[in-house]
């Protein structure tokens, strides 16, 4: 029998040490979905979209306890909307964009939470920070005072085995401990975002304190996008 999400929240939960936040990723999920996951006790979702979530947000206004965080990448065009919208951007992946939203939050009185995210290895489909990119950004970064600034975030490339991912979040964490040691005020990095539904146990050992779960929770995402359903039309056009 296929288990129900009720069912498979429960099942995660109680096998997540308490100090880790789950955030239930519901990027493409429903609005129904979303209810249920609520009703079984989460608070934290993910979108990674700002006009996906709009969306959500709008019908799911009755549910007073959500925090909203935004994953996916984030054009500096979309920067005030995000801020109105999420309370937590773990997508912050250059200085520009930080800078941006630093002068946002400024304008619209509110201080959002916020994780750097950075690549520990090269990956061309992912964006963020390298890690000396990152360490020459940080003073400017530490000059935010508007950004509440948290945590990294980082997910590893694909085609890694256990090994390799483990790596990816144990550097991910000395990343993390190297920057508190420099003492700039306004970086408190004790935050983690790693782990997803693949990976999730290995961010547990390399002692991540935000996990991001999509399909082990809601099950595979559907794989209709419009590009399918045209393809897919009577008239077969490729
Ligand atoms: C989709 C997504 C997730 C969740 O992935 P699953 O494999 O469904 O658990 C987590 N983080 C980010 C940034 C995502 O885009």
């Known amino acids: 029998m296929v288990e129900s999400i009720t069912e498979r929240i429960t099942k995660i939960r109680s096998n997540l040490p308490a100090s880790i936040r789950l955030i239930a990723v519901t990027k493409q999920?429903?609005?129904d979905a979303i209810r249920t996951a609520y009703a079984a006790g989460i608070r934290d979702f993910g979108e990674n979209k700002v006009q996906e979530a709009e969306e959500k947000q709008a019908q799911l206004q009755d549910?007073?306890?959500?925090?909203?965080h935004l994953i996916g990448h984030l054009q500096t065009n979309k920067a005030a909307k995000a801020l109105k919208q999420f309370q937590w951007i773990h997508?912050?992946?250059?200085l520009k964009l930080a800078q941006r939203l630093d002068r946002l939050a400024e304008e619209l009185s509110c201080s959002p939470n916020i994780c750097l995210q950075v690549k520990i290895l090269p990956d061309p489909n992912k964006y963020g920070w390298s890690i000396p990119?990152?360490?020459?950004?940080l003073p400017e970064l530490n000059q935010c005072q508007h950004l509440k600034i948290k945590?990294?975030?980082t997910i590893p490339p694909q085609g890694l085995d256990h090994g390799q991912t483990l790596s990816v979040f144990e550097k991910t964490q000395e990343l993390a401990q190297e920057i508190s040691k420099k003492n700039l005020s306004n970086l408190n990095i004790q935050e983690l975002?790693?782990?997803m539904s693949e990976d999730y146990n290995l961010a547990i050992t390399a002692g991540t304190t935000m996990v991001r779960l999509g399909r082990i929770l809601f099950g595979e995402r559907s794989r209709i996008t419009h590009k399918n359903v045209e393809s897919s039309s009577p008239l077969g056009r490729k």
């Open 29 to 31: 999920v429903s609005v």
């Open 63 to 68: 549910l007073p306890e959500i925090t909203w």
């Open 91 to 94: 997508s912050v992946d250059n």
């Open 133 to 137: 990119e990152l360490i020459t950004d």
């Open 151 to 153: 945590g990294l975030m």
């Open 193 to 195: 975002s790693m782990g």
